[in-house]
């Protein structure tokens, strides 16, 4: 089995998200940047498959600007046996991630393509199912564990109130939650040999797909501050707040 794993190069998420100035975007320069814990969760599946002899080849694949490189060598690093830089500058939505994908998954031939069920800058949580539309396959998203017996997938979902438990046929794209693994450290040793792992790369506008985002940016601003608790005095007092100065109630 041949796995492709997509992954995101975000602002790391012990990092203090920043407003731009104007008003229009996210604060980046000097910022520390890592990969999508989502997709580093996707990609510690990989390696357990394949250490478990489920896998043959993981394929750690990314779009962005030159620097996404460091996140891939990340990838290789924790076990990837190569990668796939897609290179592109500017501003990039999930369609067209979804599309760009496509393109790798069918040139590769992959079985199963995993990555995070959202990233964490746009939280957008919509590649993965553009993703297996677009490849028509099969598709299982918010996975807590993946079973792989043979041709065919068995996947446990997270949902509200429980688990939902589906099976699928390969090829396939599943997307995974916080529960499915922990990330192993990547020491230093394998660090130092992830530099030579090959880095295949590509520019966006060679594989046909258009670029052309169809949606907009207005403004990003940052999230109001929360104002602080009071203790009441009684269930009366709370039902008086409630009514009068929340609104909630009538």
């Excluded at 499915?180 to 530099?195: E, H």
């Excluded at 090959?198 to 520019?203: D, E, G, K, S, V």
């Amino acid at each position: 089995m041949k796995i492709l794993v997509a992954v995101k190069r975000v602002v790391d998420a012990s990092t203090r998200i920043r407003v731009k100035g104007d008003g229009f975007g996210v604060a980046l320069d000097n910022v520390k940047m890592a990969m999508n814990p989502f997709d580093e969760i996707a990609l510690e599946q990989a390696i357990r498959l394949k250490e478990a002899g489920v896998a043959s080849e993981i394929i750690v694949a990314s779009i962005g600007g030159a620097k996404v490189e460091e996140t891939l060598r990340h990838g290789l690093a924790m076990g990837a046996d190569r990668a796939i830089h897609v290179l592109h500058d500017e501003r990039i939505e999930p369609l067209i991630v979804a599309k760009l994908l496509r393109v790798l998954v069918t040139a590769e031939n992959a079985d199963l393509v995993l990555l995070g069920k959202q990233a964490i800058d746009d939280d957008a949580n919509q590649t993965g199912q553009m993703l297996a539309a677009l490849l028509g396959c099969g598709q299982a998203t918010f996975a807590s564990a993946i079973d792989v017996k043979e041709t065919r997938l068995r996947v446990s979902r997270e949902v509200d109130g429980g688990l939902r438990i589906v099976e699928l046929d390969l090829p396939a794209v599943v997307t995974v939650d916080l529960r499915l693994n922990t990330p192993r450290f990547v020491a230093l040793p394998a660090i130092m040999k992830a530099r030579s792992k090959p880095i295949a790369r590509m520019q966006a506008e060679e594989t046909g797909v258009d670029l052309t985002p169809r949606t907009e940016v207005l403004r990003t601003e940052e999230a109001p501050q929360r104002k602080g608790g009071v203790i009441v005095g009684s269930v009366a007092e709370l039902v008086e707040k409630l009514r009068n100065e929340a609104g909630v109630i009538p």
